[in-house]
């Protein structure tokens, strides 16, 4: 009953350790069954806009910190895409023109993030991706 009182979609749902420790549990997992698990970053938040426009309460005020301990663990990962430095301003929020609501990326930044990842695959998994076709809207 008391998980059904947090809202996971708020950034200080997470305690930043505990996180990491998950993803390295499923990055344990997946070495145990062969898989190659390709972590990226998570998408910066715009604190402003949050309270601004969407009227969600603000963050801590050291999210960026945790936000960038994560960044920092998945960057050191074998396989990785920074998504995060695309979508930040120069103070590390995500950009205005990337959000409404300053905690979700639009439909831009979720395009730029899905070319960053398409090319970081086709980079690095060419024998995956080149059999693959891309579909088309008819």
């Not at 979609?9 to 145990?32: I, N, R, Y």
């Not at 396989?79 to 990337?98: F, H, I, N, T």
């Amino acid at each position: 009953e008391e998980r059904s009182k947090v809202n996971y979609d708020h950034p200080d749902a997470f305690e930043t350790s505990l996180l990491v420790e998950h993803l390295k549990a499923l990055k344990e997992k997946c070495a145990a069954y062969g898989i190659i698990p390709v972590f990226v970053t998570p998408t910066p938040i715009n604190p402003s806009l949050m309270i601004h426009r969407a009227g969600i309460e603000h963050p801590t005020p050291d999210w960026l910190t945790h936000q960038q301990f994560v960044c920092a663990w998945v960057k050191k990962q074998p396989y990785s895409v920074d998504v995060a430095s695309a979508l930040a301003d120069e103070r590390g929020w995500l950009r205005s023109d990337y959000t409404t609501d300053g905690l979700h990326p639009d439909y831009l930044a979720k395009k730029s993030m899905g070319e960053k990842i398409g090319q970081y695959l086709e980079s690095t998994f060419p024998w995956v991706t080149q059999s693959l076709t891309k579909k088309t809207n008819s």
